[in-house]
Every structure is written in C-alpha cells, then in structure tokens.
C-alpha cells in the first residue's frame, strides 16, 4: 500500500555474501501486498482507500464515548491490570483487516510480505514512510524489540507465537519470522496482527529522569505511531485522545476518510445504570444497548422524544456471529467434571420464556462456538469432518456421530416439566439422588454452586434459572459484583459458575488453543476460563491450526464445534444479530457502511450544522 522499501544492489549483494545460510524469503515466495486465509483479498495491490469511507469526511470536533470499569496501566502488553481503552489508536500493527474483507490482512506498518511454499518462515519489509510520533522511523529492530518483549512478559502472546523459533533482521527493513513447524497457513496472518512499540521510548527516561520499564506499569503518556496520541486522563475516570495532524498514515490508502474526529474521550462508569443516566444528562454521545426491556421501555425522556438523541437498530447478519456465550461452570472443580451433570444443567435453562417475559422477543438462542459463522457444525458428521472425527473416535463423545445438537427447548410448562425430567434422569446416572428438596450425592450433600456475576445485568437470567433448578433440588446463589472484581476472581479461577464467552474470528486458527486447549487451562492468563483440557478438543485444534486449504478448515472447526457442543462445557444462552444504538445528533457516516461492522468511531465524523441544533458537547 506504501512505496517499496528496497536495499541498493550493491548492500543486498553483501548481505548475502556475509550470511549465505539465510535464505531470501522473497526468492522463495512473492511479495503481497495483502493476503486473505479464506480466498483472494478483495483490493488489489494499489488501491486507492477502503471502499465503505468518505474521502472528503471533514475533520474536527469531538465525540465522547463511555467505558464499564476502570484502569490503571498504559503498558499494552501486561497480562496484569486493567490497559486503558483506546491504546489501540496510539499503537499500531504490521498488517491492518479491513471492515469489509474480515478475512484478510494488509500492509501497514510492513508494506508487504513473503513466504516460502512451505511457510516455515515469513519476512515483513517495512514501509519507508512509517514512523513514530517523534519523527524517528519505525526500524526492523522496533520489531523485533517488540516480539521478544511481548512473548517474554505475556504469557498468553508467548503461547500464541510458540511456533516461532527465532527472528532477524534479514535485509535493511526486513524481519524474518522463522518457524519451527510448516503448513501453518495462519502464522504469517498473526505475526501481521502484533504491536509494534518504539524501542528507543522505551529504553530512554522519561520526565524526570527515570528509566522506562516494559516491564511494569505505567501511566506516563504513551507514544506510539498510531493516528492519535493520548492527550490527558483523571486516574482511573477518563481518557482522551487527540489526533495526531502529523500522523504519517493519513495519505495512505488504509488511513484516508478514516479517524475523522479531532478528539475522543472515554468516561468511565462503574455501574451500566449509572452510565445510562449519564448519556441521558449528555455525558458522552454514544449508547450501545445491552438490555431488551430498556431499549423497549426507558427512552422517554426529552432529548429521545425532541429527536436530539436518536435510536437507531443497525441490523447486521454477521453481529455477534461467532459468539458463544453462557453459563460457564469451572471444570476443575469436581461436581462439574461429569459431562451428564453439565447437560443436566442445561436442561434446566428455559431461552423460551426469557425471550418471551425479558426480551421482546428479541434474541436468538446460541447453537454454536461458530454461530453464524460457516464454520458451525450442522446436521451429522460427513465427508472429510466425518474422516477427521473418526481419527480421533476413542476420544469424543459418542453422540457426535449419532445426533445433531440441538438446544433443548422449553418456553411452557409442559415442554420444561419433559426437560427436568430428562434431566433428573441425567443426574440420577451420575449419582444423585433427589432427597425431599435437595439433590444430593451418595455422601449426602447437596449439590449447589454460586454464579458470579459482573454487575446486575444477567442477573433476572440468572435468576430464572435458579428457580428451575430449585425446582430439581440443585441450590443456585447469585452473586453480582463489580468489575474489578469479576476480572479478579474468573483471573485466579476463584469461581463455580460464570456467565461468559468468546468471540470468534472469520478465520479459526492457533487463538482456539487458548480459547480451549489443555495447556491453557492452567494458564490464568488465558481465555479457557473454565478450564477445559480435553484430548479430543486437542487433536481437532491441531487440524484447525494446520488445514491445507479453507475445504480443510471448514470441516475440522466443525468437527471441533460438535465436541465441545456434546461436552456440554457451557450452558449457551443468547445472542442479537443486530446492534441497539442511542446516540446524541452530532456525527454523520458515509452511505455505504461496511458489511461486517458499523464502522463507529473509525469512518464517522463530526457534524457541525447537526451539532449546532443538538447542541455542542462539552
């Protein structure tokens, strides 16, 4: 997307000379402009911008967007603390995924990229005009500096990359990635995704004196490269940033009609109810709905009824695709290893009646950890995932082979009286015994759980569960808390049941090991929050991570999405396929909005004449 960073002739020719068993990447394989895990890129090399911005999208003003909890770090790369929102604007990456073609990765801080047939090894050549928002160019040592920080000091980042073996500045302005296994098709895809942090920043002192440490936590203003720079924050309340007019993207066809507002600020709210007030009283602009009965019930007031606020839905096929979600009980605890106590659970989790009573009817139940996605498993196994499935047959439930998943429906009294039936039949199997009111297992204790909560908002979910399972002799607690909290406490695993989930990506790859894998499970830092260490779900993560072709892929995140669906690892629940949007009357967007995503605040911008009859934020 940038101009070609070339070495002369002459320094290449004694490169080479100098290290003859490093292989040129870029004679092994062609350089890309862009590359997509699933198809061709949709924009050719030289493309002038995104199709879904505005070119002339003015700049200017200022829009305000509210954040739950809090923070106390800028380091970006910690496992520990609460990272403030937004550092994302300040910090850039390699490569750059367009809102419209999800699946593919483009030149940005790298211009471009090479591999060799086999992908044992990738090489970024980094674009001659990026540089940091002192002036200094970004340099292969920034990215490598970068690499080894990341995979050093986060333990997450240092599994996510563990199949690379080494990196090197192979040329001026190029860095090799190389691998310690072949055919992962989705390495060089990741590697684009990673920070890049100024080397020289963080190795200098700041405004005292005082030597940097990447080390630890910091609220020292950052500098990165991005297309904002943070400008000042209230510990812990809010932040803002200011963009950069300097910023060395904003020609390029992956920065034009894109970060239009001169500032954005984020105000931090611990509680949601009291974040609502404040959008109410114009506190900040932009409100995305997360509860039915609000959304149907609690935009009454002036600003909603005169039209300076407007409610919006954005219907969206592929929002929240992806997702799954729901009730999550911690596996390492002992009640909750027998996969029929699970289903049982699930059993007693009636999507009908909440739909009905709480949501207007405005939900779908989740079916998948891919719903909505091509990847979700449907009907039974064949063809090559039946193939996959058979090769790990001694090691998956047997149902995989037999059965569709399907939820359990309720939604009146007879269809949930057949379910609890049918679960009590499940709990008997595995060892219980109803006694009067109480379930309880052979020693004579019943079985019971808390659900933790992060604040109040699936509470009434969570409560309508507890009576059905009440009603079988299991005793539910529910306890909400605050968010700091909740992260605290699902970080060290001091939980029996959560209500969570995971979003998943358009192209499946090495992040399902630390969604789901076995040595993820006794990570605290990772994402297998309830502790899901599995042989079966194992193998099949390895023939995602390493699929030939998208034929290949397909099959096995399928495969992979049966397992878990017939594992019962979580109690699914619901998800919207559109966005629910309030916002005060001071921006514009351009006609077209991209396909996967509204595009806010990234294509919108500020505008003025709307602002002057809404009224000017402050």
Not at 362 to 376: C, D, I, K
Not at 570 to 588: C, G, H, K, Q
Request: hydrophobic share 40%; aromatic share 12%; no cysteine.
């Amino acid at each position: 997307m940038t101009p070609i960073l070339r070495a002369s002739l002459l320094a290449a020719a004694l490169l080479l000379a100098a290290a003859p068993a490093v292989a040129d990447p870029a004679q092994n394989g062609e350089w890309h402009h862009a590359t997509s895990l699933l198809g061709a890129p949709k924009y050719p090399a030289g493309f002038a911008h995104f199709d879904y911005v505005n070119v002339d999208a003015p700049k200017g003003g200022l829009v305000r967007l509210d954040e739950q909890g809090s923070f106390d770090t800028f380091n970006p790369i910690l496992p520990e603390g609460e990272p403030a929102t937004g550092l994302g604007l300040v910090y850039e990456t390699l490569t750059e995924t367009p809102l419209d073609d999800t699946n593919a990765s483009y030149g940005h801080v790298a211009e471009a990229w090479a591999y060799p047939p086999d992908i044992s090894s990738t090489t970024f050549r980094l674009n001659a005009r990026a540089k940091w928002q002192d002036g200094q160019p970004i340099t292969a040592a920034d990215v490598i500096w970068s690499f080894e920080k990341q995979t050093t000091l986060n333990p997450n980042l240092q599994q996510y990359y563990q199949d690379v073996s080494k990196v090197e500045e192979t040329a001026p302005g190029e860095v090799t990635f190389f691998f310690s296994t072949t055919n992962n098709r989705e390495l060089p895809t990741i590697l684009g995704q990673m920070l890049v942090l100024p080397k020289h920043w963080w190795e200098g002192t700041d405004a005292n004196g005082k030597q940097r440490d990447i080390g630890a936590s910091t609220l020292e203003l950052p500098m990165g490269s991005g297309p904002y720079k943070m400008k000042e924050y209230a510990a812990g309340a809010s932040i803002t940033y200011e963009r950069d007019p300097n910023w060395w993207g904003a020609a390029e066809p992956i920065g034009i009609g894109q970060y239009n507002f001169d500032l954005i600020r984020f105000e931090y709210f611990r509680d949601l109810d009291v974040a609502f007030e404040g959008f109410k009283g114009d506190q900040f602009d932009w409100w995305l709905e997360n509860r039915a009965a609000r959304w149907a019930n609690s935009y009454d007031f002036p600003a909603a009824q005169d039209g300076r606020v407007i409610k919006e839905l954005f219907p969206n096929s592929y929002m929240d695709s992806g997702v799954m979600v729901g009730f999550m009980p911690n596996l390492r605890i002992d009640k909750f290893k027998d996969a029929r106590v699970r289903h049982a659970l699930l059993l007693a989790f009636d999507f009908e009646s909440l739909n009905k009573t709480l949501f207007y009817d405005q939900y779908e139940r989740v079916s998948s950890y891919f719903f909505g996605l091509p990847f979700a498993s449907k009907g039974l196994p064949a063809g090559q995932e039946l193939e996959i499935l058979e090769a790990v047959k001694d090691k998956v439930p047997p149902e995989v082979f037999t059965s569709e998943y399907v939820s359990p429906v309720a939604g009146d009294p007879a269809k949930l009286r057949e379910n609890l039936r049918q679960a009590l039949a499940l709990l008997t199997e595995a060892g219980y015994t109803l006694n009067g009111n109480q379930l309880v297992d052979a020693g004579g204790t019943q079985l019971s759980f808390e659900i933790l909560l992060n604040g109040p908002t699936i509470e009434p979910v969570a409560t309508a569960w507890q009576t059905n399972l009440r009603s079988i002799g299991i005793e539910a607690s529910i306890r909400p808390v605050d968010s700091a909290e909740y992260i605290n406490r699902v970080r060290s695993r001091d939980f029996e049941m959560i209500y969570s989930g995971w979003s998943q990506s358009m192209s499946p790859g090495n992040e399902q090991n630390f969604f789901f894998g076995s040595e993820a499970a006794t990570d605290e830092n990772s994402a297998n929050y309830g502790g899901i260490a599995d042989p079966g779900v194992d193998a099949l993560i390895d023939r995602i991570v390493f699929a030939k072709d998208r034929d290949e892929l397909l099959a096995a995140t399928a495969a992979l999405d049966r397992v878990l669906l017939f594992n019962y690892f979580v109690i699914p629940s619901y998800t919207l396929r559109n966005e629910r949007v309030a916002r005060w009357d001071r921006f514009s967007h351009p006609d077209k909005l991209p396909e996967f995503s509204i595009g806010f605040p990234q294509v919108w911008w500020y505008d003025e004449a709307k602002a002057a009859k809404t009224g000017v934020a402050q």
